[in-house]
């Protein structure tokens, strides 16, 4: 195992640089964190999930880059990326096509070192899984923390689900928050959706952040809280599984969402070239908590030659 890696997952002294890639129609930023040992390896993209953005992977990156370059990217919408213009929503199918830029653009693999490989948290895990099966042949190794797949809706609940989404589109988004301070929005992340750790909302929220009149305000788009117009059913989504031939890993946390998910096995034994690792953790278990399991299982996995 790598030394980078044995020890307690206290911040690494690697520090991430700031990036920003220009895409046809937006441009998105992330933090770029340098290999520290000359190496021909393929870099290491990471993409991050639902409201939360590249310092997701703020303490599990810098134990990835010893001999890689390691890249995470904030999603439109997110971060300090760019928003989509009026009228126009985030639909999973865009920011799969905004990673196709993305990579064909930056990391075409025209170079010795190939291909990169992609870890995917929740939504970016879903991202990065069926752009995979679209391109197959444009990503070196998969690894999916927490993720399998994107949610589902049976045929039934399509007409219903367009609709909200339609109704909300039209009525738009409420009063924007303001929090006097940083930490006063950290709190407030904390008990969200999905809970965080103080430590870790105070690492992951302030590339979420702006200055606005009062203290700070989202700097992410309100719009990605709406509903979205279309989701596919689990059949479309296994239809989709069956066509990833990229090896995969998936790395379950024990006490995430997908821990007791049923048709879980189903989304797995669907993917040809799958490895499935559970480990001990909570959904965010790459940033909140001992992150050492998951980067040992992420560095085992894409160091295979």
Known sequence: MNEAVE??????????????????????????????LQSSKSPV?????????????????PLLAQDRDVYAIDLAGHGQSGHRPPGQ?????DYIADLAELIETYFCGSDESGWPDLVGHSLGGSIALLYAAAFPGQVGRLVLIDSLGPLTRPPSEVIPQLRNAIKKRLRGSGAPMVYASIEQAAKAR??????????????LVPRNLQEVCGGYGWSTDARLRHPSMMMMD?????????RVSTPTRFIRAEQGLLADRPGLHARADAIADLEFVSLPGGHHC????????????????????
């Open 45 to 61: 993209l990471m993409v991050h999930g639902w409201l939360d953005n590249a310092l997701s992977f703020a303490r599990l990156a």
């Open 234 to 242: 689990e059949a479309q989504v296994i239809g989709c599984l069956q």
């Open 7 to 36: 020890g307690q997952a206290s911040d690494c002294e690697i520090c991430p640089r700031e990036m920003t890639w220009a895409l046809r129609y937006l441009a998105l930023t992330g933090l770029h964190w340098p290999a520290q």
């Open 286 to 305: 790459h940033l909140d908590g001992d992150v050492v399991p998951v980067a040992s299982a992420v560095r085992e996995f894409i160091d295979v030659c």
């Open 89 to 93: 929503g985030y639909a999973l199918t």
């Open 190 to 203: 904390e008990g969200g959706m999905i809970p965080l750790s103080p430590e870790a909302a105070l690492k």
